[in-house]
């Protein structure tokens, strides 16, 4: 049987689907499924698992196992023209679970989603669309298996950015629970999986990849409920109710090369859930914290703004001044209310935006007895808490209550506070501690039963109260420690937790970006390297000349928001600024808004050292010395970077301006770099 390319059978105790790309052997006697992909690579073993009541239903143990050809339905959507069909599992006694599939025309990847319904209307936090469990290691088979045995990789991809969290790439043997989505892959070929949720309106998704034996895969379970101190959760997860419950739906993937794997995984999450347009153009500026932190006031802000009209802003950073950011952090509301209003126009003179920073799921107080700001007092904070089955307000997160985005008056309390926002002129709102909005509790909305559910209606609330078609004008949310997902609400988000000036800052950062570089465009318009810290961050030491470019390097190459992070009245910050900043060449690049892929993905919780991008100017590159005593060089492979040296190349250092030829047939480009050096460097042909 035929239906459009893709070919069916039924027989012999199996049901097979395929197309020109995956092959899917549902198995009728055992119920298991088999995914086979015509590159060579393949997982086998799976199954599909429901809680119910004190009870791990797992269809394998399943009595009858169908694939209803009747069923099958030709679709077409955002990914293509393709098949759904389903593998059904029937007991008496239990409910029905159904594995649904989507298979497209020449995408090397399916989505599956677990369906369990009952006669009667049940609860359950915790459905499994997709695991596997054999003890020889033989979950996972890759592509060419002729070259010699290397390392098999798997990602750990972090749920939030909070508490200074890594994302990391663990050699197997290991066990790794990882959030939303992960890559298996070998690290000298590339060649492996990319499996992830990519609906994110109920569940919180846990992937867990395990192996006893070295190159062996011998575990894999990917399911919706995972609630841990890596979500930031106290509580269980919550439960979903009804006579049908549906899992989240799943990404599984087959591809030479990881890195296009997790790039096509962010793509096809922005086909469901489009990331928030931004038509503006790359935010540049300035944020406040780190340079003054808790002593911000007037002038420091002031002072910047004038400082960058001058020296900065017709001078190659941000000529384009209609994306020139000056942001008030925290402690703004420390300013009297005329200040505020001056400081804004005298921002606006300058012909720059001015930008402002909340949490709106945070309550910073001690007493939820307080009452909240603008209610007259007949509504307190306790009343908009999250709240544990006890009736008790969830313990503080990084020292703030969690505030309940269902209940009406935070919602009113968040839509008072923007659109004064809006009122005062302010052009940008940084919103900070927004995982807070996402722990699993007990909601005002009873209807609401899960943590990313009510985050959900909270930051739909901040999107729709900021729509420029309700402002009147451009108004870019950047999202500062949040949740990875759900996106789609926000124009920028930090890829990283805080990073400041000195190089083990811009390691940190260059890790998450190593490991979430196809975040950029996909899921937010930019990844945010967070405040580039130049010279000195109010709560560090000066950092060497070595060290402030590399932090610029990184932020330069991370796809990105560039926004500043020194006190200009300091005269060696405001000398690195005028010397750096209007490097024309540098800021033209920070402006393409394009990040750069890690060459490598084998440096566990660090960043990787060299970076690439392939553009139609040629290919850049970054390469960066983690090392703040002792110098080092670094070989890269022409091959690793993906440059063609046949016929010779033209290799240019985008802050000296120096050229230098390399002869036909060179293999590699060493880099010798001085402590906390790095550079940023064109590869053309000659």
Request: glycine residues 10%; negative net charge.
């Amino acid at each position: 049987m035929e239906i459009g390319t893709f070919k069916i059978e039924h027989g012999q105790g199996e049901f097979i689907v395929a197309n020109e790309v995956i092959q899917a052997t549902a198995n009728l006697a055992s119920g298991e499924l088999t995914l086979r992909w015509s590159s060579g690579e393949a997982l086998s073993g799976l199954y599909a698992e429901a809680r119910y009541g004190l009870a791990q239903l797992r269809t394998a143990y399943y009595s009858k196992h169908l694939v209803q050809e009747s069923k099958i339905q030709p679709i077409e959507d955002g990914f293509g023209k393709g098949l759904r069909w389903s593998f059904e599992h029937e007991e008496l006694g239990k409910p029905t679970l159904r594995q649904h599939f989507r298979m497209y025309e020449q995408l090397p990847y399916l989505l599956t989603e677990l369906e369990a319904e009952s006669e009667f209307e049940w609860e359950t936090n915790e459905l499994t669309p997709l695991a596997a469990y054999l003890n020889d290691g033989s979950v996972a088979e890759f592509g060419d298996s002729t070259g010699p045995v290397e390392e098999i990789r798997t990602l750990f991809i972090p749920f939030d950015n909070d508490k200074w969290v890594r994302f990391a790439s663990h050699a197997i043997p290991c066990s790794v629970q990882s959030y939303e989505t992960t890559a298996i892959y070998r690290s000298q070929s590339r060649n492996g999986f990319v499996i992830g949720s990519v609906t994110h309106d109920s569940w919180k998704t846990g992937i867990v990849v395990e192996g006893t034996f070295a190159e062996a895969v011998g575990r894999l379970r990917v399911f919706g409920g995972a609630a841990d101190m890596q979500t930031r959760d106290t509580l269980a997860h919550g439960a979903l109710r009804g006579k049908s419950i549906v899992s989240p739906t799943i990404f599984v993937g087959a591809f030479a090369d990881y890195r296009d794997g997790l790039e096509q995984y962010g793509k096809a999450n922005a086909v469901l859930t489009p990331a928030l347009p931004w038509e503006g153009g790359i935010p540049m500026g300035w944020n406040s914290w780190s340079a003054v932190m808790s002593k911000l006031d007037y002038e420091v802000y002031t002072h910047t703004s004038d400082f960058f009209a001058k020296e900065l802003q017709q001078n190659g950073f941000a000529d384009d001044s209609d994306s020139l950011y000056v942001n008030f952090d925290a402690f703004w509301n420390s300013l009297p209310e005329e200040q505020l209003k001056d400081a804004v126009r005298r921002v606006k003179g300058n012909g720059q935006k001015p930008g402002i920073y909340y949490t709106p799921f945070a309550f910073w107080g001690s007493n939820p007895d307080s009452p909240v700001e603008g209610t007259d007092g007949r509504v307190l904070y306790r009343d908009i808490l999250i709240k544990d089955q006890a009736g008790l307000p969830l313990p503080k997160l990084d020292g703030a209550f969690p505030i309940d985005p269902t209940h009406p008056e935070a919602q009113e309390r968040i839509k008072r506070s923007l659109d004064s926002f809006v009122e005062l002129g302010f052009d940008y709102v940084k919103l900070d501690f927004l995982t807070h909005g996402a722990m699993e509790g007990v909601f005002h909305d009873e209807s609401v039963r899960t943590g990313i559910q009510a985050y959900n209606i909270g930051m739909a609330l901040v999107r729709d109260t900021l729509a420029p078609e309700r402002v009147g004008r451009p108004f870019l949310i950047n999202l500062s420690i949040a949740p990875l997902f759900p996106h789609g609400y926000a124009h920028s988000r930090r890829v990283s937790c805080d990073a400041f000036g000195m190089i083990s800052d811009t390691e940190y950062m260059l890790n998450a970006l190593t490991y979430g570089w196809w975040i950029n465009d996909n899921l937010y318009r930019y990844n945010d390297p967070d405040h580039v810290v130049l010279y000195k961050s109010d709560n560090q030491r000066a950092t060497t000349e070595h060290e402030g470019r590399s932090r610029l390097n990184s932020a330069v190459i991370a796809g990105t928001s560039l926004l500043l992070g020194d006190d200009y009245r300091e005269p060696e910050a405001a000398r690195r600024a005028k010397a750096w900043m209007t490097n024309r060449e540098v800021m033209a690049l920070a402006r393409r808004g394009q990040t750069f892929k890690p060459v490598e993905g084998r440096s566990g919780s660090k960043g990787e050292n060299v970076f690439v991008l392939h553009t139609e100017n040629g290919v850049y590159a970054a390469a960066f010395n983690f090392d703040g005593d002792t110098g080092c060089t670094i070989l890269a492979s022409f091959a690793r970077l993906g440059i063609d040296s046949s016929k010779g190349i033209v290799v240019r250092d985008l802050w000296s301006g120096q050229e230098l030829n390399l002869e036909a047939g060179s293999g590699e480009h060493g880099n010798e770099l001085a402590p906390a050096e790095s550079r940023l460097l064109l590869f053309k042909q000659a």
